[in-house]
């Protein structure tokens, strides 16, 4: 059997309070530089009080869950690859008494160790239609080895992976990792009754052992719940999943993530709790220092002359100062859309005001309740012409990239159990990414800084010029991103417009309902500029520029005005990664 952990061994602190180095070794290989801890650069204060926000302990019906941040050290890959690909098996410690360990932990060696499991316990309910159900938590029947003997290449290594097998009607969460061929005890992790899980989908690939022979491959996957939505239920449990060359991306994952069954959403933060966190967490936004068009508020943007447009109709109508003549409801059906003035002000407004510009805050749930999403809109009258970058050469595209109204956002991910941040996403144009709370820069306690891209106002987590086309190639549209004194402290200048799961605690503005576009559809020839650039270019580089062209989101050409932070599919739905 497994032989259980010494008092004496090391743990890693994940949680809050500092970092620590420990030189552990297994039977193969020795770890001289284990990753570090990651803490966030300030202590976390004490929110205000309020629902189960921040308690540590979130109910999901039937059972209750508990994060867990420190870890013990297992085993690392970096004997068999490169310590940057390397990644570290690590089993939860500190669990609560009466919790149940649902999986191992995994993560890449090349950033200091942050991450979490949930662990579970069963919740008294007095629920008459649960009295003829099947327990929610049981033992595993047994465990598959996956990896680890009969010749494959990781028995020299010292490591063996193993999978649950649940009983009959019920899923397993999570997989187990051991220095020892023997299986661990069926008590060491529980399994969940199928229906209080959620199916899930495996979204990066940790690890990957390759063979001629397909049944002896080997690869560890990170999950996420299949449905991440506002409605989503499935809850991240923070396991992976591992598995051989039997298995194939096309098959369901065997495993699965946990289900919030409680309708309560007790643990997102309060109207009270979410300024705090606002305050505490809101970044900073840098414009680039030769931005032109810089952003304003909705509310100085329509009393500076904006016009609401009618289909059929020549003349434009002025927008109240609220946006209560803007029409609500309907589709995108092209019947309305909202232009610059056409007087003397149209150049002013397309220059923005910094001084009136505030952030948006939409606040939503995500991943069951268990974290919190706080999406913050920035507006910008203006989106200026793109940049064309090939090689060491830059070619400033007169109108292309150019259209009037543009809306972009970064979300800030937050745990429900502590309130901690743990990433930020920037939207950039028609994709973005998480960036890990250990990978951000801070301007001040616990504040990161966002950087908005010069005339497209993408969000960049660093400083730098970023590549949109092919970076290999040294070919594509040019984003540049630089601290300056232009800037919007979101923490102070923002406005709560919209956190659906408070009912009616938020008024949302008359302008949110505008489902129509907010610029006109502009009409030029994108295709006379784009060959003119193609024309130029040595005979060997037009076909890739060309390819590259046609691979450019629609917005990049400016052809229709972009719609409002409601019509965005991630206001609703989980942002794009």
């Keep these: 059997m497994q032989e259980l952990r010494k008092d004496s061994e090391p743990a890693i602190n994940g949680e809050m309070g500092g970092s620590k180095f420990f030189p552990w070794n297994t039977n193969a290989m020795a770890l001289s530089f284990p990753p570090q801890t990651f803490s966030l650069p300030s202590p976390i204060p004490q929110w205000p009080q309020g629902q189960g926000f921040a308690s540590g302990r979130i109910n999901l ?27 570290t098996f690590y089993r939860p410690v500190g669990v609560p008494d009466s919790f149940r360990i649902l999986g191992h932990y995994c993560q890449s060696d090349n950033k200091p160790l942050r991450g979490f499991v949930l662990v579970a316990r069963e919740v008294e309910t007095a629920d008459i239609n649960n009295q ?15 990896w680890g003997e009969n010749g494959r290449s990781l028995k020299t290594l010292g490591v063996y992976f193993w999978v649950p097998e649940p009983p009959a009607g019920y899923k397993a969460l999570g997989c187990l990792v051991t220095t020892k061929p023997v299986k661990p005890f069926l008590d060491e992790m529980c399994c969940v009754r199928t229906d209080l899980t959620y199916r899930c989908d495996p979204y990066r690939q940790l690890l990957t052992a390759g063979s001629s022979i397909p049944e002896f491959s080997f690869q560890v996957w990170s999950l996420r719940p299949c449905d991440r939505g506002i409605l989503g239920k499935g809850v991240s449990v923070g396991t992976f999943f591992c598995s051989n060359g039997w298995w194939t991306m096309r098959e369901d994952v065997p495993v699965a993530c946990l289900k919030n069954l409680n309708p309560a959403l007790q643990a ?3 109207l009270q709790q979410i300024h705090a966190l606002i305050k505490h967490y809101g970044p900073t936004i840098f414009f680039h220092p030769q931005e032109i068009y810089l952003p304003s508020s909705v509310e100085w943007f329509f009393n500076n002359g904006a016009l609401l447009y009618t289909k059929g109709v020549s003349a434009g109508e002025k927008i109240d100062a609220n946006g209560s003549n803007l029409p609500g409801g309907g589709t995108n059906d092209g019947q309305y859309w909202i232009d610059l003035p056409r007087d003397d002000k149209r150049e002013l407004v397309k220059r923005g ?4 510009a505030k952030l948006y805050v939409h606040v939503k749930p995500v991943f069951g309740g ?12 203006f989106n200026g012409p793109a940049t064309l970058k090939i090689g060491i050469k830059d070619i400033p595209l007169s109108m292309i990239g150019e259209h009037v109204g543009d809306w972009e956002h970064f979300t800030l991910r937050i745990s429900n159990f502590s309130g901690e941040l743990y990433s930020i996403y920037f939207s950039q144009h028609s994709g973005g990414e998480w960036v890990d709370a250990c990978d951000l820069e801070y301007i001040e306690g616990n504040k990161a800084i966002v950087y908005s891209s010069k005339s497209g106002h993408a969000s960049y987590p660093h400083a730098g010029t970023c590549i949109q086309g092919s970076s290999k190639l040294g070919i594509g549209i040019r984003n540049d991103a630089a601290r300056s004194n232009l800037y919007v402290d979101s923490s102070i200048q923002y406005e709560l417009v919209a956190a659906e799961y408070l009912e ?4 949302e503005p008359q302008w949110l309902q505008f489902k129509r576009e907010w610029g006109p559809k502009i009409v030029y020839d994108s295709k006379t500029e784009l060959d003119k650039v193609i024309n130029a270019l040595p005979r060997l580089l037009k076909y890739s520029v060309k390819g590259l062209f046609n691979k450019f989101p629609v917005e990049l050409y400016g052809e229709e005005g972009p719609t409002g932070p409601k019509e965005k599919n991630n206001w609703l739905q989980d942002e794009r990664w």
Aim: proline content about 8%.
């Design 268 to 270: 997102m933060p309060n």
């Design 132 to 146: 003829d159900k099947l327990p929610p938590m049981k033992n595993p029947l047994d465990f598959s080895l996956v």
């Design 370 to 381: 268990t974290f919190t999403d706080i999406a913050m809109w920035v507006f910008c009258p």
């Design 353 to 356: 005001n910094l001084k009136s």
């Design 504 to 507: 009616n605690e938020i008024t």
């Design 61 to 87: 019906g039937e059972i209750e869950v508990s994060m867990v941040t420190r870890f013990e050290f297992i085993w690392s890959s970096s004997a068999m690859q490169d310590t940057k690909n390397a990644v």
